[in-house]
C-alpha cells in the first residue's frame, strides 16, 4: 500500500486534502494514533502542491508508528503556542512538531528518546547592515511564537541589556515575510528551517556569521552562528507511558536499521 497520512483539521473532522493512512507491520491493531504539528513546517512538516502530507517528522511517524508498531495515524494541524496545553486536552495523543525538549515543557508533558539534533540561528538581508550578533542591538527581531527560537531572542535580548525588540508570529512564514518586507532585520529561528528559506532566497537572504553555542560545545559546528544545541523530542501526556516506552523502541530499530538515516538524507545534506 502507497505511505499516505492523514491530516485533519483543528476541529477534529477531515479536511478536503485529508489523505489515507497506512497500516504497517507492527502489532497496534485498530487504534489511530493522532498527531498534532504545527503546519507549515518545512522541511518537517508540510503540504505539497497536490495537498499532501510530507516531512521529515511525517516520514519518521510512518516508520515508528505505522511500520514499527503497526497503529494507523493521522496528523492533527494545530497553533504551535497551544500545542502543549492542546495534548494535555486530549485534542490529540502525541506531539510531532519539531519540538526541542526543554525542562520547562517536561513539567508538562513526556518527552521520547531524542531523534533529532538542531540549532537555534539567524538569518538576515544580504544587503542589509546587519553582519554581526552585536549588530542587533537595537533593532526589531522575529520570532514564532512560543518557540525556542523565541526564547533564544528573549535570551539575547537580555544580554543586550533589554536593547532589542521581538516580534512574534503565529507560524514562522509571518517571521520570514516580515525580514523580505523589512519590518525585522533578522529571523530567530531552527537552522534547518532557515535553511530551507536561504535556499529558496539565496539571492537576498544569509545565515549571520560566527562562532556560537554548537562549538562551545564540542558539536560539529555548521558554519553560520549558533546561539542554542537543542534535541528534538515526540510529546506524550503524562500518563502515557506505554505509548512512550513503544515509541523510544521503535525510533532505536529504525536508527540501527538504517531507516533513520534514509529518511535523514532524504531532506538533509551532510
Not at 14 to 39: P, Q
Not at 73 to 99: C, W, Y
Not at 205 to 222: C, T, Y
Amino acid at each position: 500500500m502507497k505511505r499516505r497520512t492523514y491530516l485533519k483539521g483543528a476541529a477534529g473532522s477531515a479536511a478536503t486534502f485529508t489523505l489515507a493512512g497506512c497500516l504497517g507491520g507492527g502489532g497496534g491493531g485498530s487504534e489511530t494514533i493522532t498527531i498534532g504539528s504545527d503546519i507549515p513546517y518545512r522541511p518537517f512538516e508540510w503540504e505539497t502542491t497536490d495537498g499532501e502530507l510530507t516531512g521529515f517528522d511525517v516520514d519518521i511517524a510512518q516508520a515508528v508508528f505505522g511500520d514499527e508498531l503497526g497503529y494507523e495515524h493521522e496528523f492533527q494541524k494545530t497553533s504551535f503556542d497551544g500545542i502543549i496545553p492542546s495534548l494535555n486536552n486530549g485534542n490529540f495523543r502525541v506531539i510531532m512538531s519539531a519540538m526541542t525538549i526543554t525542562e520547562e515543557r517536561a513539567e508538562k508533558i513526556d518527552f521520547s528518546d531524542p531523534y533529532f539534533t538542531a540549532y537555534q540561528t539567524i538569518i538576515v538581508l544580504k544587503n542589509g547592515d546587519i553582519s554581526s550578533k552585536e549588530d542587533l542591538k537595537g533593532k526589531t527581531v522575529g520570532v514564532q511564537k512560543g518557540t525556542t527560537g523565541a526564547g533564544a531572542a528573549d535570551a539575547l535580548k537580555e544580554e543586550f541589556g533589554g536593547d532589542l525588540t521581538i516580534q512574534r508570529y503565529d507560524q514562522v512564514n509571518g517571521a520570514f515575510d516580515a525580514l523580505i518586507n523589512n519590518q525585522v532585520v533578522a529571523v530567530v529561528n531552527d537552522n534547518t528551517v532557515n535553511a530551507e528559506f536561504v535556499n529558496e532566497r539565496e539571492d537576498d537572504v544569509k545565515f549571520l556569521e560566527g562562532e556560537g553555542a554548537a562549538s562551545e560545545a564540542g558539536k560539529d559546528a555548521p558554519p553560520y552562528l549558533t546561539l542554542t544545541v537543542e534535541e528534538y523530542g515526540i510529546g506524550f501526556r503524562k500518563d502515557d507511558d506505554d505509548l512512550r516506552e513503544e515509541v523510544n523502541g521503535a525510533l532505536a530499530t529504525i536508527k540501527d536499521n538504517g531507516t533513520y538515516d534514509e529518511i535523514y538524507s532524504k531532506y538533509f545534506s551532510g
